[in-house]
């Protein structure tokens, strides 16, 4: 049985060996640029499309001062019809009238007799996808993307922010519970993915953004510094808009927590999703890109990351990694990832399908413990009693008695678990 | 799958499943002994998203949970057998419950954020939305900015509407003949926003979808709106929810929104079209939920609120007499239904802390933690939903969300309540997977108290039950299919009983601390020394009364306090009526309401952590003592009408016609599930045997046991715990034909004797302990106790024709 929930695939969230294949897919229809079999290094174009802008709307009544009705009869174009930046869309035709210009190239869509208002779809820009990660083209979807294949150790993170990177992993502290100071952080981590130990502040981020690193990886983060670090970004007004989204019946809103459009993803009821109408209006806007990734191991708080992971992360110090900050809870779960690609050498001729799949739990297993005091921390399962046990909150469920790596032993619920070998 | 096959045959063993958010739930019920019954239920984490994206995973695991533990093949090749075959396997019928699809996110927009902004919200909140947003005509205005320009409000409306990108929009305003131009602003920037979002989707090659609308304000406009409406979007006309200012109706939209979210929302979730071809009967949880509570209520006349807090929504169901008692024309009983979506203790977390705050939550704390610990807290627990409170802390902060989620859905009912911020109900339910799991049961006592605040209008009591064993929703799912199979089901297995609660009023403003609300004394039923109790204002008492237990009950209200709708200072006594016992006994809550904690911190945790101990270690005040007066002596006190034993209003067997032949029910009960069952029953329990002492024919099979080794690791502590039918109610038969037309002899067994001291641990079942020593399955005591006014009329007519 599968005890790991949290992951879109079923994969061991940490491991040192596997397979990785990542689909590569446009949101919507456009050229796949790369062959079958292709060798691919992260910044290689696998595919492109042509994304319309998002329409403009411009309000006639206002800039021409007549009513709706009255607008209409002053429109000098037809739906359809292309405009370039600066063209007159409406007005008088007498010197010195007012005049409706249109603000960049683009379709004029049409016109509202209601409301006056008309509707300019700009021309579309080139979206170009990369491949993200070395490896080689293993699937072409006509139209739509490719799927690339490498061996690969992969560490999977719990949350994070920010899009697709890569870069080589930089090393800054000497063990899991070190905190990611902000003088840790100078001009040497430039382009760099650093990797902390356990938690990270809002001035530790701020340097990343001053020294222009590229992602940086830790076990936990204070909810505080993140909010914090949020306003410090996005300017209290944007924030407090984003915030005060839903502010109504129960008044203000002060939790610190930053709510949809910042981050779409990683509030459930955010839906936007995958879909194209998502994609393009997430484009530009509110949920602009961080300008570097964050990567977050194990939960909010100040939480050492898990030792497997950061022995692990440790190891590929100086290698060249592809991180996603990417988190959706619901509706397409997504969770970040550092992938590190490995010579096809140094799988040759071993079987990775059993990597594929999720390991199950059995005496000897090593978890990890998702939740509570442990947090984070590894364990190997000394006892596995088949009948639901007793927890110290009074509640009755099937659970594991862990032996973590200083030699105590605590019984923890297998909901709360998570094997990783 | 052959749903028409199964229609030729009578429905008679249900597979329901109650697919929720994180866990798929699964029960199973049939004809055992001549009865309808639950037979076993299984549960398994919902598989709606990666790396499955399908329910019916899920759904599968929960399947082969319940095969296991029944010995009986539901599934064959992928398939369910339908119709069940002779050699017992397979099932007659399956129903769906779900709330696994994310809430429907809903704009509102109203011409300002008064009365009927508040009537439109009130009908949002009754499926699993969420509403994203208030847009009204005059909100700059009202937030102190100047007069905007004509075409400046409408952009600015347009442009919020397509960035929140809702599912649906709801436009209310205006009571029916009043002005409509305004609303036309209000459709026209819906109408404009409809179009920006279709021109967006076009753009990239997608199909363009009509957002739906419903307009549910004056009606005098539905004729400009649809005008304006029509062509852009999906619009939906429905009566006003304001017709006038002092009536609000929200039927019309709430059904609108119903047949909304069946079409958007729950066929967009994942594996829905699979789950669609094994059966036509899947709807909404809180749908279901609201069958069962509408049914307690016309069946037993009962003024019944059940509240439920889930992992993604929190919802709650009353219906009472309140309104049909102030005006005697409305016939009807009045029906509320709460429902939020996107709230409740996992995935609705952030929501609950952002509505509530997190200084609420805290207050219900008995120790000291930082408000900046309790979001680290809920958000580490968004990111694994799945976790359980291993810790006793953990437990006391998930509890303190449940608390703050029940209050909002308390608020909401009051604000929608007749008379207003009063709400009446005798008898309160919890379910939910937080409540259903609670370790002990007085815990689930004190949340729905602490949360709900019930008051025992009118007549001075309450009593609460508990879903642990999580049937309600399949109960109300099986009712579309069996009506009789979802009323035996519900008289018999489902609700664990955690006892009556007193709660005396203060009817002054400011009641000195530590006087005397009420004095009670009890005199029990089964002839023990009657007790008597002193409760102080501000305090919760427990007093011993089994579930087996009934008893005359005597309350004395203090100089400042009434019970129920009682008269200031007033004895009321139960007349020739009984209170009921149960797990946590009788319970006298003398808090007061609106509950209030102390401020200063040290007292808060002094007062929560005294109030815990007094519910949680049962509590009487010093020992029981013979009564000083004889209170019965005095003639016209007004009964405390708490637990009159009420006949239901029609039989159910007429009603559904449930097979009537005796063989008929006995070779279904022998050959097919009793058999299976048997295959992992074990002997009777012995504390079943005990207490039942005259067994009759059909003897009482029971649980079998837990002891497979190869239990899946997600598999919860209570879905081991109750397992097969449990115990038929042990009546002797002459015992039910007394209590179904009088008042009298209600109880039912010989009682146990025991010392008072021995009672006190009676109270907890052993088996929600889990100390369970050997491998014999824990007898229920809970199956023990079905109440005699639960109990259908038609049963000792039955029992006649057995």
Redesign the interface.
Same mark, same amino acid.
């Given at each position: 049985?599968n005890?790991s929930?949290?992951?879109?695939? =079923?994969q061991p969230s940490i491991a040192m060996t596997t397979l990785v294949r990542l689909e590569r897919r446009l949101?919507?229809?456009g050229e796949v640029t790369v062959r079958l079999g292709a060798r691919v290094e992260p910044d290689d174009v696998v595919a492109r499309t042509l994304?319309?802008g =998002?329409?403009m709307?411009i309000?006639?009544?206002?800039i021409l001062g007549v009513n709706a009705r009255a607008a209409a009869r002053l429109i000098r174009r037809r739906p359809g019809e292309q405009v370039q930046a600066g063209d007159t869309i409406a007005g008088k035709r007498s010197i010195g009238s007012r005049q409706v210009r249109a603000p960049a190239a683009a379709v004029f869509?049409?016109y509202?007799e209601?409301?006056?208002?008309a509707?300019l779809?700009p021309m579309g820009e080139m979206y170009e996808l990369d491949a993200h990660l070395k490896g080689i083209v293993m699937e072409v979807f006509p139209n739509q993307g490719v799927s690339i294949e490498t061996p690969a150790a992969i560490v999977r993170g719990?949350?994070g922010m920010g899009g697709e990177r890569h870069g080589v992993l930089k090393l800054l502290v000497t063990s899991n519970d070190e905190e990611l100071t902000p003088e840790l952080i100078d001009a040497k981590s430039t382009f760099a993915v650093l990797v902390g130990g356990s938690f990270v502040t809002a001035v530790a981020l701020r340097n990343c953004i001053a020294n222009r690193v590229r992602g940086v990886i830790v076990g936990s983060m %204070?909810?505080?510094e993140l909010h914090a670090f949020l306003l410090d970004v996005y300017t209290p007004a944007a924030y407090v808009a984003a915030s005060s989204?839903?502010d109504?019946?129960?008044g203000r &809103?002060?939790?610190?927590?930053p709510?949809a459009?910042l981050f779409p993803n990683l509030?459930?009821?955010a839906?936007?999703g995958n879909?194209?109408?998502?994609m393009?209006?997430n484009r530009k806007?509110?949920a602009a890109d961080l300008p570097f990734t964050l990567i977050v191991t194990e939960?909010?708080?100040r939480v050492p990351m898990s030792e497997r992971a950061f022995e692990l992360l440790a190891a590929a110090d100086g290698q060249e990694v592809a991180i996603s900050g990417a988190t959706r809870?619901?509706?397409?779960?997504a969770r970040p990832e550092v992938i590190i690609p490995l010579p096809r050498s140094s799988v040759q001729g071993r079987d990775l399908s059993a990597s594929q799949q999720a390991p199950t739990?059995h005496l000897g297993s090593t978890a990890r413990v &998702?939740?509570?005091?442990y947090?984070g921390r590894i364990g190997k399962v000394s006892a596995l009693p088949?009948?639901?046990?007793?927890?110290?909150?009074?509640?009755?469920?099937?659970a594991a008695e862990l032996t973590l790596t200083n030699g105590t032993r605590v019984l923890? %619920?297998?909901?709360?678990l998570e094997v990783l070998e | 799958l052959d749903t028409d096959g199964a229609s030729k045959h009578k429905v008679e063993s249900i597979l329901s499943a109650d697919i929720g958010s994180l866990w798929t739930r699964v029960a199973l019920l049939d004809v055992v002994s001549g009865e309808y019954r639950f037979v076993a239920r299984a549960a398994a984490p919902t598989s709606a998203e990666l790396p499955f994206g399908d329910i019916t995973v899920g759904l599968y695991n929960a399947i082969a949970e319940l095969e296991r533990l029944t010995g009986r093949q539901i599934v064959e090749e992928g398939h369910l057998i339908i119709p069940q075959l002779p050699s017992g396997n397979g099932v007659d019928a399956f129903i769906a419950a779900s709330s696994a699809a994310p809430a429907m996110r809903i704009v509102l927009l109203a011409l300002n954020r008064d009365i009927t902004a508040r009537s439109a919200l009130h009908a949002a909140e009754s499926i699993y939305t969420n509403v994203l947003d208030l847009l009204t005509v005059d909100e700059h205005l009202a937030a102190g900015e100047k007069p905007l320009l004509e075409g400046e409000w409408l952009a600015r409306q347009v442009q919020r509407l397509v960035a929140l990108q809702p599912d649906a929009a709801l436009i209310v305003g205006g009571v029916d003949g009043g002005p409509v131009a305004p609303l036309l602003k209000l459709a026209d920037a819906v109408a404009q926003a409809a179009k920006e979002r279709a021109s967006l989707e076009q753009s990239v090659n997608a199909t363009p979808s009509r957002l739906p609308v419903i307009f549910a304000g004056n009606q005098s406009a539905r004729g400009k709106i649809a005008a304006r409406l029509d062509e852009t979007t999906d619009l939906r006309l429905t009566e006003n929810v304001r017709p006038h200012l002092d009536r609000e109706r929200l039927a019309g939209a709430q059904e609108q929104l119903d047949s909304l979210y069946l079409q958007k929302q729950l066929t967009a979730t994942p594996g829905y079209p699979r789950l669609a071809s094994w059966t036509e009967n899947i709807i909404p949880t809180a749908l279901a939920e609201g069958i069962i509570t509408r049914y307690i209520a016309t069946q037993y006349h009962r003024d019944v609120l059940i509240a439920d807090v889930g992992a993604s929504s929190v919802s709650g169901f009353l219906t009472n007499d309140a309104a049909a008692n102030a005006n005697p024309r409305a016939a009807e009983r009045a029906f509320y239904r709460v429902v939020k979506g996107d709230f409740g203790l996992a995935y609705g977390l952030p929501n609950l802390l952002r509505e509530v705050g997190a200084a609420a939550v805290l207050r219900w704390l008995p120790f000291s933690i930082s408000e900046n610990e309790l979001v680290e807290w809920a958000l580490n627990r968004l990111l694994r939903p799945l976790s359980l409170a291993a810790e006793e802390r953990d437990l006391q902060i998930e509890h303190a969300f449940a608390r703050e989620a029940l209050r909002y859905i308390a608020q909401r009912m009051r604000e929608q309540a007749n008379p207003p911020a009063r709400l009446a109900y005798d008898l309160l339910i919890g379910t939910g997977g937080l409540l259903a799991n609670v370790p002990r049961p007085q815990m689930a006592a004190m949340l729905l108290l602490d949360g709900l605040e019930p008051e025992g209008l009118p007549a001075g009591s309450v009593e609460l039950a508990l879903d642990n064993t999580m049937l309600l929703p399949h109960i109300g799912t099986s009712a579309t299919v069996n009506p009789a199979a979802a009323a035996y089901v519900f008289d018999r297995d489902s609700l664990l009983w955690l006892g009556t609660a007193i709660v005396p009023l203060a009817v002054v403003a400011n009641p000195l601390p530590n006087q005397p609300a009420v004095t009670i004394t009890l005199e029990y039923a089964d002839g023990g020394n009657p007790l008597k109790a002193e409760v102080p204002y501000g305090e919760i008492r427990v007093v011993s009364l089994r579930p087996d237990q009934r008893a005359q009950l005597t309350v004395q209200p203090g100089r400042d306090f009434r019970v129920g709708n009682g008269e200031r200072g007033k004895l009321v006594r139960t007349m020739g009526e009984e209170v009921k016992g149960g797990y946590v006994g009788l319970i006298i809550d003398a808090r007061g309401r609106p509950l209030r904690l102390p401020s200063d911190e040290a007292a808060r945790f002094a007062t929560l952590q005294r109030w815990q101990e007094a519910i949680g270690v049962v509590a009487v005040e010093g020992q029981a003592r013979p009564l000083p007066s004889p209170v019965s002596s005095q003639p016209d006190l007004p009964p405390l009408a708490t637990r009159i034993p009420l006949s239901p209003t029609h039989d159910i067997e007429a009603e559904a016609a449930p097979p009537t032949s005796a063989s008929l029910w006995h070779e279904r009960g022998s050959e097919s599930s009793a058999r299976d069952v048997a295959a992992e029953a074990a002997p009777p329990a012995p504390a079943a045997a005990e207490l039942a002492a005259p067994t009759t024919e059909e003897a009482p099979t029971t649980a079998p046991a837990s002891n497979d080794e190869s239990l899946p690791p997600w598999l919860m502590a209570d879905e081991l715990a109750d397992v097969a039918p449990p115990a038929p109610a042990p009546q002797p038969e002459q015992a039910v034909a007394a209590t179904t037309n009088n008042q009298q002899a209600l109880l039912v067994a010989p009682p146990v004797p025991q010392p008072q001291q021995e009672q006190a641990n009676v109270t907890m079942p052993p088996w929600l302990h889990g100390e369970q020593t050997d491998d014999q399955p824990p007898a229920r005591p809970g199956e023990m106790s079905i109440p005699p006014w639960l109990r259908g009329a038609d049963e000792d007519e039955r029992s006649k024709t057995r």
């Open positions: 049985v005890v929930f949290y992951y879109p695939t =079923k949101p919507f229809a994304v319309p =998002k329409p709307q309000d006639l009544t206002t869509s049409g509202d209601n409301s006056g208002v509707t779809t719990i949350w %204070p909810a505080a989204l839903v109504w019946p129960m &809103l002060g939790w610190q927590f709510p459009p509030l459930p009821n839906t936007q879909t194209p109408t998502a393009l209006l806007g509110a939960g909010f708080g809870l619901r509706g397409g779960l739990i &998702l939740s509570g005091s947090l088949p009948r639901p046990q007793l927890l110290p909150s009074g509640i009755l469920a099937r923890l %619920p297998l909901l709360n | -």
